[in-house]
Each structure stands twice: as C-alpha cells, then as structure tokens.
C-alpha cells in the first residue's frame, strides 16, 4: 500500500508557462522524493509596460511517502 502526499508550488519563467512548469517540476524534485505528478491549478502572466515579463504556474504535486 502506497501513501501520496500533496503539496503546492508556485514557478515562474520568462519564456513560457511550459518552461514554468518545468522549473517547479526540477526544483520540486531536488527536495521532495518519489515525485508522481502534478496539478495546474493556475496560469497567471505579469505584464509590465504592455509587455509579458513572466508566466507564472501554481501547481500541485503529487510525491509517495515511504517508510
């Protein structure tokens, strides 16, 4: 029998929200053991002078606690 546990993150690029999501994912992964997946809750872009200066991604993942 398996135990997950779910924890939220928020990332941030850029370039793109994929390379936002793939930033949270690495990082998230560096500190959190047995990562399974995650969950996009939300997109979110910070616009500065007309212009898209980040994409932001809050996210839930997913990690197996062992014994």
């Avoid at 941030?12 to 936002?20: E, H, T």
């Avoid at 969950?39 to 606690?65: C, H, P, S």
Wanted: hydrophobic share 40%; no cysteine; glycine share 4%.
């Amino acid at each position: 029998m398996s135990v997950a546990r779910v924890t939220e993150i928020t990332a941030s690029s850029s370039k793109s929200f994929q390379d936002a999501i793939e930033n949270g994912i690495e990082r998230a992964s560096k500190t959190l053991k047995n990562v399974e997946g995650a969950w996009i809750q939300d997109q979110k872009i910070v616009v500065e002078d007309g212009r898209i200066v980040a994409y932001r991604v809050n996210m839930k993942v997913t990690f197996i606690l062992t014994d």
